[in-house]
């Protein structure tokens, strides 16, 4: 399997942006996909998820409302569409995939994915 983010960059508060994350190697029936961040100095952090079967989604309480996590099955890709930024959404994002275990514990869980991108930057002046 391999991930590759890309959409990240230099954003001022309130603005948008879009990530992408083009996903190869493998049908992904099945798979549950998402995007986790990472600040300097903080743990890694779940974002979003959204299952690739019924697209069924799931956000961290500091984004929803926010960002928009989608997916479209015919480019094997996922999109995090990130409004209303905030500087404290500064960070690495990383999407990454693993099996379906249909447990949103899981996915909230970085331990649990076993297959990450190369991440991008995501900068958020005031």
């Known amino acids: 399997v391999q991930l590759q983010a890309s959409g990240g960059g230099l954003m001022q508060a309130g603005g948008s942006l879009r990530l992408s994350c083009a996903a190869s190697?493998?049908?992904?029936?099945?798979?549950?996909m998402g995007w986790f961040r990472q600040a300097p100095g903080k743990e890694r952090e779940f974002v979003a998820a959204?299952?690739?079967?019924?697209?069924?989604?799931y956000y961290a309480e500091s984004v929803k409302g926010r960002f928009t996590i989608s997916r479209d099955v015919a480019k094997n890709t996922v999109f995090l569409q990130m409004n209303s930024l905030k500087p404290e959404d500064t960070a690495v994002y990383y999407c990454?995939?693993?099996?379906?275990?249909?447990?949103?514990?899981?996915?909230?869980?970085?331990?649990?994915?076993?297959?990450w991108g190369q991440g991008t930057q995501l900068t958020v002046s005031s």
């Open positions: 190697g493998r049908s992904f029936n099945g798979y549950v």
């Open positions: 959204i299952r690739w079967n019924g697209a069924s989604t």
């Open positions: 990454a995939t693993d099996r379906d275990t249909y447990r949103i514990g899981d996915y909230r869980n970085a331990r649990f994915w076993s297959s």
